[in-house]
């Protein structure tokens, strides 16, 4: 046997961390667990977007009675240039749709999901809007939908200049969705109900 071996066969670890101990206290593990007196960690900052998705249907009950069959969540609100679907959704500050500044998942389902049901596609509206300094800031964009998929980039600004004053009105905050004038909300009817609508709407345009 070498001499480091017998110094390694002498060493007594537990008479070391004896002294250790006397010497320097007694050593603990690091505890990852928020103390009693810890501040709580921050809630992540809720972030309330608007989408507002612009149809070619021109009934209001039809879009309502289509939505509540798809179960699709959103208020149906109807205007002179067809009826209009809009929904308020919450995201979290690190949510991708805020770090990339695409529509949030449930905007993009929503449009997708209707522009299945019109040949000539929808428009997306999203508006991601605050009170400042200035009076109110953000950004408000707009993209098409086709068959069920995105499409082009399109101007919100030309697609507001020709929508009714109440689409304007939802996206900038000053008229909630469920206050709007003819409102309709698809999760509140039974299917019996949204059928019954989608029929009166179809002999409606019969001549």
Known sequence: MTGREDEASDFDAEAFEAAFAREFGETTEPDDEPGPGAPPEPEPERKRVVAVV???????????????????????????????????????????SELLGGPPPEADALA???????????????????????????????????????????????????????????????????????RLAPQELSRWQAARLMSKATRKKRP
């Open 112 to 182: 997708a999901t209707l522009s299945r049901t019109a040949q000539a596609g929808v428009v997306l509206l999203t508006a991601r809007l605050g009170a400042g300094a200035e009076g109110i800031t953000g950004t408000i964009t707009g993209r098409q939908y086709t068959g069920g998929e995105a499409a082009e980039e399109v101007s919100a600004g030309l697609m507001l200049a020709h929508a009714d004053n109440v689409v304007e009105q939802i996206l900038l905050g000053s008229l909630a969705p469920a206050d709007a004038p003819g």
């Open 54 to 96: 612009l149809t070619p249907i021109a009934s209001a009950p039809a879009l309502a009675g289509l939505c509540a069959i798809a179960k699709i969540d959103a208020d149906i609100i109807p205007t002179g240039r067809g009826a209009v679907a809009a929904r308020i959704i919450e995201t979290a500050g690190d949510d991708p």
